[in-house]
């Protein structure tokens, strides 16, 4: 029993051994309580714990110190090699500013077809939604009455002409009065104006298409008593559509008649279409400081339709740029930064940056194309830091 207390105080005195604590004052902690439970623990095996612990004390070092600390300073690394980076080069692009806004389609020419004069509706030729030339009849009117007019008018007319032929012969030999034949051709003019009038009433009981153009939904049909002014039907001219929208007043400057705009509508995806500036109010509107600007696209195909939303886009000038990738920018307080590569090191450039688009941006200041960026690995590193190149990781 005594042999194997002594056995399980050596197991027990090997562990404290291997969890470290061979520091001055931990071995006589653990040996007196071994030696406190463990009866028979003694002799040479006693003395070791003091002469370790006086071997440690002689040298000026705490036991296992010398591990520590060779493990520290394999942690600290002492020199620390280069940075692996990735980089490419400072591209040159063609760019082109826009100014994207949100706007509308509206048809060339629009207008609400109605009658002339009051009556009632007798024929109707307007088929909906069909498309129309100018001057094809719509609708026809009841002209009874002013045919009866007319009829009237022709006969005085005729009247009138053979009064004033009949004049003319007397007056060549003298037999009628000067006066009488004056008076003759007067009444003859005005037969001839009631007849005229008459004519025109006629011709407006029907109701003309005033422009090629595209009907929409008729609002009267057969037997519908009409008055003049009436709405019976709308007629669009949507072969031009105009494109009206509202930009910023501090794009003042930079719009002009003739400018071209990039038009798209998610009613048709894919597409774009291209439509240029006509008109610009001259007045800006004070409620919401935006100015007013009309465009003209040409929609012979018939691809859009007005009162569509459409994203408008209007095109600058093009202009030759510098670009980066967006992951080479590296921002630092106020400032946009990049890393070029020069000679193993990294060099710490501020840019200045306008246009982002695609996973790109534009560097107005700061570096030259064909500069070597790091375009990964840029934002743990310092000015002057050496660098290591590495092959651009793929996708497998």
Do not use: C
Not at 53 to 70: D, E, L, N, V
Not at 163 to 186: E, G, P
């Amino acid at each position: 029993m005594a042999k194997r207390r002594v056995f399980l105080g050596l197991i027990a005195l090997a562990a404290v051994a291997g969890l470290g604590l061979q520091v001055t004052g931990t071995w006589p902690v653990a040996y007196g309580w071994l030696q406190s439970h463990v009866p028979g623990l003694g002799g040479s095996g006693a003395k070791a714990p003091a002469d370790q612990a006086s071997a440690a004390g002689s040298t000026g070092k705490k036991p296992g110190a010398q591990q520590a600390g060779g493990g520290a300073g394999a942690g600290a690394g002492g020199n620390r090699g280069p940075a692996p980076v990735e980089v490419a080069e400072a591209q040159k692009q063609t760019l082109q500013d826009s100014i994207s806004v949100i706007g509308s389609l509206a048809a060339q020419e629009s207008v609400t077809v109605a009658a002339d004069t009051s009556g009632r509706i007798v024929a109707v030729s307007a088929k909906d939604g069909a498309a129309v030339k100018a001057g094809d009849p719509l609708f026809q009117l009841d002209g009874a009455l002013l045919e009866a007019e007319m009829k009237d008018a022709d006969a005085r007319l005729r009247l009138a002409q053979v009064t004033y032929d009949r004049n003319r012969t007397l007056a060549k030999n003298n037999t009628v009065a000067q006066s009488n034949l004056d008076q003759s051709k007067a009444e003859l003019d005005q037969a001839q104006s009631a007849k005229d009038l008459a004519q025109e009433k006629v011709n407006r009981l029907t109701v003309r298409a005033p422009f090629d153009g595209y009907l929409g939904f008729r609002q009267v049909s057969v037997g519908a008593y009409v008055t003049a002014g009436m709405p019976l039907v709308t007629l669009d001219q949507i072969t031009t559509l105009k494109v009206s929208f509202s930009v910023p007043e501090r794009y003042f400057t930079a719009l002009s008649v003739g400018q071209s705009v990039d038009v798209t509508s998610d009613a048709v995806p894919g597409k774009s279409f291209t439509a240029e500036i006509t008109a610009i109010n001259p007045a800006i509107d004070v409620n919401g400081r935006a100015l007013q600007v009309q465009a003209t696209l040409d929609n012979t195909a018939l691809a859009l339709r007005p009162g569509m939303l459409v994203r408008a886009a209007v095109l600058g000038a093009k202009r030759d740029a510098v670009t980066v990738s967006e992951a080479a920018i590296v921002p630092q307080g106020s400032n946009s930064v990049i890393f070029a590569v020069k000679d193993g090191k990294a060099v710490r450039q501020v840019v200045t940056t306008g246009q982002r688009r695609d996973g790109w941006v534009e560097i107005t200041s700061g570096v030259d194309a064909g500069t070597e960026v790091v375009s990964a690995g840029a934002t743990r590193l310092a000015d002057g830091a050496p660098v290591k190149v590495a092959a651009p990781s793929t996708a497998e």
